[in-house]
T-cell receptor
Framework: DAKTTQPNSMESNEEEPVHLPCNHS???????IHWYRQLPSQGPEYVIH???SNVNNRMASLAIAEDRKSSTLILHRATLRDAAVYYC???????????????FGKGTLLTVNP | DSGVTQTPKHLITATGQRVTLRCSPR?????VYWYQQSLDQGLQFLIQ???????AKGNILERFSAQQFPDLHSELNLSSLELGDSALYFC???????????FGSGTQLSVL
């Protein structure tokens, strides 16, 4: 699996937007970009994913660079409940339609200040 | 609530013992994945089953084995336990053709 690079930690204030960066300079054309987060004492939780175009859902937005070598997860208004470790993961679509195993890195620990 | 159920939530055992962790996937999900999370290794993929068959293998030790039953629940068997096997074990499931993995709340294994 192609490698991703994320900052170890970031800090934000409540009700402000948060931009979490991810670099994936070795991404291939068949790699999907996934974001998961893990709240304290819980299992990872799906946030969003995309291939080439920017994506929005009720949790967040995903902005993908035109060359796909980087992406940014955007939380539009951070809340205290958004404090978690955020993982940026590349999934190779060549592994087949029934294989969605993900390789997690160390992620970014997001702290939200009240 | 992800819909994925793992039992037990906590397990304390001794070195050399054998334990079984159980996972019930979301209704209708054919794929089950097992992950191990420890402080030094992070989240490590162990193994995946799809509709009863092994589909992908990761960093799973030979002392560990898994299976998926006809009702789609899965079990992870850990034998000859060592202190280093102490970790959180997560199960996840996904629907065919769906990119999203849904994780359970994990089983905390402590080997003393």
């Amino acid at each position: 699996d192609a490698k991703t690079t994320q900052p170890n930690s970031m800090e934000s204030n409540e009700e402000e937007p948060v931009h979490l960066p991810c670099n994936h300079s070795t991404i291939s054309g068949t790699d999907y970009i996934h974001w998961y987060r893990q709240l304290p004492s819980q299992g990872p939780e799906y946030v969003i994913h995309g291939l080439t175009s920017n994506v929005n859902n009720r949790m967040a937005s995903l902005a993908i660079a035109e060359d796909r070598k980087s992406s940014t997860l955007i939380l539009h208004r951070a809340t205290l409940r958004d404090a978690a470790v955020y993982y940026c993961i590349l999934r190779d679509d060549r592994s087949g339609g029934s294989n969605y195993k993900l390789t997690f890195g160390k992620g970014t620990l997001l702290t939200v200040n009240p | 609530d992800s819909g994925v159920t793992q039992t037990p939530k906590h397990l304390i055992t001794a070195t050399g013992q054998r334990v079984t962790l159980r996972c019930s996937p979301r209704s209708g999900d054919l794929s089950v994945y097992w992950y191990q999370q420890s402080l030094d290794q992070g989240l490590q993929f162990l193994i995946q089953y799809y509709n009863g068959e092994e589909r992908a293998k990761g960093n799973i030790l030979e002392r560990f084995s898994a299976q998926q039953f006809p009702d789609l629940h899965s079990e992870l068997n850990l034998s000859s336990l060592e202190l280093g096997d102490s970790a959180l074990y997560f199960c996840a499931s996904s629907a065919t053709g769906d990119e999203k993995l849904f994780f359970g709340s994990g089983t905390q294994l402590s080997v003393l």
